[in-house]
């Protein structure tokens, strides 16, 4: 009887020590297993024994949300650049008439109303221009003339109704108000700087 519980006893052990065996070697090979797939497929959560491996589809999921916030931010960047530079870009002189010059034009609206106005000019050109507004009766192409051939801005037949000051430089630009409100009648716009007016700057404009 005796001999027959050591046996009992003993078979019990042997088993037991088998099954921990084979609990130990699943354990290695789970964490064996999951590292290879992990390396293939996903990430190990840290904290798991035996390594706990995240499926491919999570892994991806949270790659999504970190490229979604990124473009995000890119998107807000690129939106307050671009809101700076269309700020930028229209930045420029104030005014209700806009008035340019070139080499060797002027450019601005040929009918204005009567009144007061505040020219937004810009000189285009690649060299130095002016603007000049005369209240007369005499067309574009037949101001008087000074003796160097320039207009003769002094002339009784000639009210100088605006005037941008010194010559203004390539893509310079100002704000320049009538001196007196307009009244209705025929006006010539001029640059009057050496040779100017005679290579084409001047041009015709009707007040109403």
């Known amino acids: 009887m005796a001999a027959e519980l050591q046996r009992s006893g003993g078979r019990g052990l042997a088993l037991a020590a088998a ?11 789970s964490a064996v297993y999951g590292d ?11 904290g798991c024994d035996p390594p706990c491996v995240e499926s491919p589809r999570a892994v991806w999921l949270d790659m999504r949300v970190t490229l ?4 995000g931010l890119l998107l807000g960047s690129a939106l307050t650049v671009g809101g700076w530079v269309a700020a930028t870009a229209s ?7 806009v008035a340019t010059t070139t080499n060797y034009r002027v450019q601005m609206p040929t009918t204005l109303r009567a009144g007061r106005h505040t020219f937004a ?4 050109g690649s060299v130095p221009h002016e603007l000049l507004l005369f209240r007369t ?4 192409n037949a101001l008087p003339l000074r ?13 100088k109704v605006l005037d941008s000051g010194n010559a203004t430089v390539p893509n310079g630009s100002a704000a320049v108000p009538t001196k007196v409100s307009l009244a209705p009648g025929h006006y010539v716009a001029v640059c009057n700087l050496p040779a ?3 290579l084409g700057m001047s041009l015709n404009v009707t007040v109403v």
């Open 68 to 71: 979604v916030l990124a473009g």
């Open 196 to 198: 100017h007016y005679h």
């Open 19 to 29: 099954g921990s065996t084979r609990r130990a070697i699943r354990r290695r090979e």
């Open 137 to 140: 009766d005499l067309p574009a």
């Open 36 to 46: 290879q797939r992990t390396a293939r497929h996903g990430q190990v959560t840290p």
């Open 91 to 97: 930045t420029g002189p104030a005014g209700d008439v």
């Open 147 to 159: 003796s160097d051939g320039n207009v003769d801005e002094e002339s009784p037949l000639l009210l």
């Open 121 to 124: 000019y810009t000189n285009s």
